[in-house]
């Protein structure tokens, strides 16, 4: 079993940054190795991928978070972080780690606002 719990959201202005992190525990180096990403979600819409990060490292981005956002992970710290530059008000949502070990995992959410 593994468990993603997500921390690092909250209130920021538009213009400035915010970095989530999502720790896996439980066998967390391996999943660390698989496949992970940031989804997010607003109300009445759906769950949205944000960016992702293959154990080759390879990433990708939404069109609408490119050169704005980056994902990374420390295997060592079993982590996988999202650096969050020049937010606007649609960032606006709850974020949520995943990640694809045989079965999808997700992390229970963290809130992120943007006020303008």
């Known amino acids: 079993q593994v468990q993603l719990v997500e921390s690092g959201g909250g209130l920021v202005q538009a213009g400035g940054s915010l970095r989530l992190s999502c720790s896996a525990s439980a066998s967390g180096r391996s999943t660390m190795a698989n496949y992970m990403a940031w989804y997010r979600q607003t109300p009445g819409k759906e769950r949205e991928l944000v960016a992702s990060?293959?154990?080759?490292?390879?990433?990708t981005y939404a069109d609408s978070v490119k050169g704005r956002f980056t994902i990374s992970k420390d295997i060592r710290k079993n982590t996988l972080y999202l650096q969050m530059d020049r937010v606007n008000v649609e960032d606006t949502a709850v974020y949520y780690c995943y990640a694809h070990k045989g079965v999808p995992y997700w992390g229970q959410g963290t809130q992120v606002t943007v006020s303008s």
């Open positions: 990060i293959a154990p080759s490292g390879t990433t």
